[in-house]
């Protein structure tokens, strides 16, 4: 039996610390470009009761998305062992590209993964590198794709990378640019041979929504009036995404379950997309209640989100490095451990992966 192994990870946390005193003083506006009706402190207090930041991390002005994708990949290569010239391929997870600091335009051209296989010196032409688009699920995705590829028979060995510079892309004057922040996290993939017991891979699910959802998340133009419409910035419909999601991630993280053959009792640790505090603790509840459990086992999710902010596809990799080396007291992996991995994000995508440690 084919097993896809985790077997190295590594993230980049970028040491530039915005708090949301920082933003107290900030212009805040409406999407009519008016003025919010109340003060930026009051906005600031409001923000951390709903989404459970306290601050995030920007990456310094000289770095930009391939360049710390390119830390959290060394990291992982270090951390799994292997020859980086044995790497069969390496799939980079973004949305946005490399955004040089104080720019309008993004570069994707050539690709990160590409950019990243330069970087890390990859001579093996064998070695295929690749981006993945897909919303904040992109590095589970990417996780997802690899695993396939292994099981087909086209490939044994996989560097599998998330990296975002979000503050290059946001608008200063929308409430909802507090959530967002940067970094990376990568892990190496590995095929194994094995037995049903053996850790690896269970099951996945993948979900698209995009009839009435596409535009939940998208580009616009800044709140504030008068500003350049020919610059465009990350915007969100912050209730339709919570409703979206509540709706329809546990659901999809439930099928993952029920397709690993294993019971909501076997999981040990859930690794959500860091998305929203109260967000993300509903849709846990919401996945134990369609076991009917009442309230979900405490420690059974590891948060970062409080001091990290929602880097997107970067969240769950570098939240599952602090956890595999021992950042978090009350969040422990071991051997034979059940992880469940679930993301939501712009597109609208949903990914799950059961995953056995």
């Known amino acids: 039996m084919i097993r896809s192994v985790i077997t190295g990870s590594g993230c980049y946390i970028p040491p530039f610390v915005q708090t949301n005193q920082d933003f107290a003083q900030h212009e805040f506006f409406t999407a009519d470009g008016l003025p919010l009706p109340v003060e930026p402190s009051e906005v600031v207090n409001k923000f951390k009761k709903i989404t459970g930041i306290e601050e995030r991390r920007y990456t310094t002005d000289n770095l930009n ?6 830390e959290a990949a060394l990291k992982a290569i270090e951390d799994s062992g292997v020859d980086p010239e044995t790497l069969d391929q390496l799939i980079v997870a973004h949305n946005f590209g490399n955004v040089i600091k104080d720019t309008i335009q993004t570069a994707a051209v050539p690709s990160l993964a590409s950019q990243l296989k330069h970087a890390l010196g990859i001579r093996n032409p064998a070695c295929i590198a690749y ?17 396939s590829f292994f099981k087909s028979g086209m490939a044994s060995k996989a560097l599998i990378v998330g990296t975002e510079t979000l503050s290059r892309v946001l608008d200063m004057y929308d409430r ?7 970094g ?11 037995d049903k017991n053996s850790a ?31 610059i465009r910035y990350l915007k969100m419909k912050g209730r339709k995404v919570y409703e979206y999601a509540l709706k329809h991630v546990p659901e999809a993280m439930k099928a993952c379950i029920d397709k690993s053959s294993i019971t909501i009792g076997d999981i040990s640790k859930i690794f959500i997309h860091q998305a929203n505090e109260k967000m993300d603790d509903a849709i846990i509840k919401k996945l134990y209640s369609l076991y009917g459990i009442e309230n979900p086992p405490k420690h059974i999710t590891p948060m970062s989100i409080s001091w990290l902010g929602n880097s997107s596809v970067a969240t769950i990799p570098t939240l599952l490095d602090l956890v595999r080396k021992h950042q978090f007291a009350e969040h422990v992996l ?3 451990d059940i992880i469940l991995f679930a993301s939501v994000g712009a597109g609208m995508n949903i990914n799950a992966v059961c995953y056995r440690y």
């Open 334 to 336: 071991s051997a034979g």
């Open 131 to 147: 981006d993945i688009l897909f919303g904040c699920p992109g590095w589970l995705q990417g996780l997802i794709q690899a695993d």
């Open 184 to 194: 990376a996290g990568a892990v190496v993939l590995e095929k194994k041979e094995g």
């Open 176 to 182: 909802d640019s507090m959530i967002f922040s940067d």
């Open 200 to 230: 690896g891979i269970l099951a996945f699910t993948v979900q698209t929504h995009s009839v009435e959802e596409v535009d939940y998340i998208n580009m616009g133009t800044s709140f504030f009036p008068g500003s350049n419409p020919r």
């Open 65 to 70: 998305a391939s360049n710390i994708g390119y």
